[in-house]
C-alpha cells in the first residue's frame, strides 16, 4: 500500500515576508483591493510504501523538524492521503 | 596558524578566502571537502561564502545537513573558532550553530556594493576583540538572503550578551536586517557568521582594505 503524505510549509506570521507583501501590492495595484491576508506555501509531497501511518506520520515530522522545515521562520501542517 | 576552508558544491568564494588568509599568515590554508568527516587540529574553520547546492530548499539547508557538519559541531564544542561568511553565516544559522536566520533581502533583489559595518562592543572573541567599539569597516555585501531575522526574544538576549559583532550603519541597512545587524556570534563568542564579505577588501586591486584588517586582527586574536 502507497501512503502519500502532503506536507504544507508557510511562514510565520509574525515574519515579514518581502515576497508576500510584493504579491499582494501587485494583486492590489490589479484591482483586488479585498484581501486581507495572502499566504505563500511550499508544498512536498512524499508517497511511502511498505509503512504504516502512525510511521508515515512519524517521518514524515522527523523529516521536518530535521531538515525540510525553519522552525525559526516557518510553520507546518502535515496531511495524509491513503491510496490502494 | 592552521586554517580549514569548507568547500561544498556551489562554494564560490573559497579561493578568494585562501589568498586572502595565504597572504595574511604566510601560511597556506587547507581545503576540506563536504564529505569528509574527519577534520581536527585546525585554529580556524572557514566556512566560505557562495550558493550551497543551488540554494534548494532554502539558503545553506542542504549543506548544513552534509557529512563534514559532525566535525564542524565537534570543533565549536571544543571551543574552535569558526568564520561563516554570506552563505557560510546561512549554514550556521540552519546547523543552528547560531541563532537566527536569514531570509529575502527586504527589496526583493541581489545586493552587490560596498557598506560600512561598524563593530559592536562584544563579549570576548577573537573576531572583534582588537578593534574599538564603533570602528568602522569598508566591506562589500553579495547577497539575496541577508535579512537578518530573529525573533523579539532572542533579539533581547543577542543584546544582553554582547553577541551583535557587527552593524550596517543607521539609515544605510540594505537588505531589512533586525537591528541593522550584519554579523553575530555565538554565546562563547568563538562563532562568527557575518554577511559582508571582507576577503574581497583584501588587495590593493580591491575597493578596500579594511577586509585585511579584519583578517589580521583574528588571526593576531588567535595566536595570542
Not at chain 2, 546561512?90 to 526583493?108: A, F, R
Not at chain 2, 563593530?119 to 572583534?128: E, G, H, M
Not at chain 2, 557575518?194 to 593576531?220: C, T
Request: glycine share 6%; net charge neutral.
Amino acid at each position: 500500500m502507497i501512503i502519500d503524505v502532503i506536507i504544507d510549509i508557510f511562514p510565520k506570521k509574525e515574519v515579514l515576508n518581502p515576497e508576500t507583501e510584493a504579491i499582494k501590492k501587485t494583486l492590489s495595484n490589479l484591482g483586488y483591493k479585498n484581501i486581507d491576508e495572502l499566504i505563500l506555501s511550499k508544498q512536498i509531497k512524499l508517497s511511502f510504501k511498505n509503512l504504516n501511518e502512525e510511521d508515515c506520520l512519524y517521518q514524515s515530522k522527523l523529516m521536518c523538524n530535521q531538515i525540510l522545515v525553519n522552525t525559526n521562520i516557518q510553520d507546518y501542517e502535515i496531511s495524509l492521503l491513503k491510496k490502494d | 596558524m592552521r586554517v580549514a576552508i569548507v568547500v561544498f558544491p556551489g562554494s564560490n568564494c573559497d579561493r578568494d578566502i585562501f589568498e586572502a588568509i595565504k597572504f595574511i599568515s604566510k601560511k597556506l590554508p587547507k581545503f576540506i571537502w563536504h564529505k569528509e568527516t574527519n577534520i581536527e587540529n585546525f585554529d580556524l574553520i572557514v566556512i566560505p561564502g557562495g550558493f550551497t547546492f543551488g540554494d534548494y530548499l532554502r539558503c545553506g539547508a542542504l549543506a548544513s545537513n552534509s557529512p563534514v557538519i559532525k566535525s564542524i559541531r565537534d570543533h565549536a564544542s571544543r571551543g574552535g573558532a569558526i568564520l561563516g561568511i554570506c552563505n557560510g553565516f546561512q549554514i550556521l544559522t540552519e546547523t543552528k550553530l547560531l541563532p537566527g536566520t536569514l531570509i529575502k533581502n527586504s527589496v526583493l533583489k541581489f545586493l552587490c556594493h560596498d557598506l560600512n559595518v561598524i563593530v559592536q562592543n562584544t563579549l570576548p572573541s577573537p573576531f572583534t576583540w582588537g578593534f574599538k567599539p564603533n570602528t568602522k569597516l569598508n566591506i562589500p555585501i553579495a547577497h539575496n538572503e541577508g535579512n537578518y531575522y530573529v525573533n523579539g526574544n532572542e533579539l533581547k538576549k543577542l543584546i544582553f550578551n554582547g553577541q551583535i559583532a557587527f552593524k550596517y550603519e543607521e539609515n544605510f541597512n540594505p537588505n531589512g536586517s533586525v537591528e541593522n545587524i550584519a554579523g553575530v556570534l555565538s554565546e562563547n563568542g568563538r562563532i562568527l557568521g557575518m554577511m559582508p564579505h571582507p576577503e574581497r577588501s583584501v588587495f590593493s586591486h580591491h575597493n578596500s582594505l579594511d577586509g585585511r584588517l579584519f583578517f589580521q586582527n583574528l588571526i593576531e586574536q588567535l595566536l595570542s
